[in-house]
């Protein structure tokens, strides 16, 4: 199978991540998301994770320039040979251009748009908890959200800063503005699938691996 680079589209809450890792599993790719990149790079140590930690130590926002320097790092190493599922890349058009200037033009195989109210995704965040070590995801009901510790590391689950209402707001009015305008990029190209994010996970899967499959075999 030639090189499959998908690029996974939604708002905060949409169940990117949760998609992600069993489309990852499904065709051996990384799932690749920037905040992982991000960290990645910072532990290595690597010339571009050096620069990305000195903004962080300025209290600063990484920049375009360097998310995507990030982004080629991260396509040259061997195990995206055959592809790649992008979370939270590209978040901007300038990014969307530099993917394809990484890439080439025919690079990205298909968009996948998970389409959510923002009343449905507002309740998601709203009840997220999450492991400060592993990064285990919890519902504000689960036991280990109740008892603050969680199952599979023991380490503290708690809500995180920006799943609180004031910053869930930012963050949707920030997709709104600076992502959401990615749909028209891709639908141009012919390359952009929605699907109803709003089903439970399975039904979810199984409508991109329908889209994915039909696309694939044109």
């Given amino acids: 199978m030639a090189r499959l680079i998908l690029v996974v589209l939604g708002k905060q809450g949409a169940g990117k991540g949760t998609q992600c890792k069993r489309l990852a599993e499904r065709y051996s790719i990384p799932h690749v998301s920037t905040g992982d990149m991000l ?9 571009v994770g050096r620069d990305v930690a000195a903004v962080l130590e300025a209290g600063e926002l990484v920049s375009d320039d360097l ?18 599922l992008l979370d939270g890349f590209p978040r901007t058009f300038a990014q969307a251009a ?22 449905l995704v507002t309740r998601r965040l709203s009840a997220r908890r999450v492991c400060v070590d592993c990064g285990a995801i919890y519902t504000d009901t689960d036991p ?5 510790v969680c199952s ?19 963050r949707l009015e920030a997709y709104e503005r600076d992502t959401a305008p990615l749909l028209d990029f891709y639908a141009e190209r012919d390359l952009l699938v929605t699907v109803d994010g709003s089903l439970d996970p399975d039904e979810v899967t199984a409508s991109i691996l329908a889209v994915i499959d039909e696309r694939l075999s044109r």
């Fill in 67 to 84: 998310v995507n320097r990030l982004v080629a790092e991260r396509f040259a190493q061997p195990d995206a040979a055959a592809g790649a």
């Fill in 152 to 170: 599979n590391c023991g380490g503290q689950v708690v809500q995180r800063a920006d799943d609180q209402p004031g910053a869930i707001r930012s």
């Fill in 144 to 148: 280990e959200a109740v008892s603050g």
């Fill in 39 to 47: 960290r990645a790079a910072v532990k290595a140590g690597t010339p």
């Fill in 98 to 119: 530099a993917l394809e200037a990484i890439l080439g033009a025919d690079g990205v195989k298909l968009c996948v748009n998970l389409e959510v109210s923002v009343e």
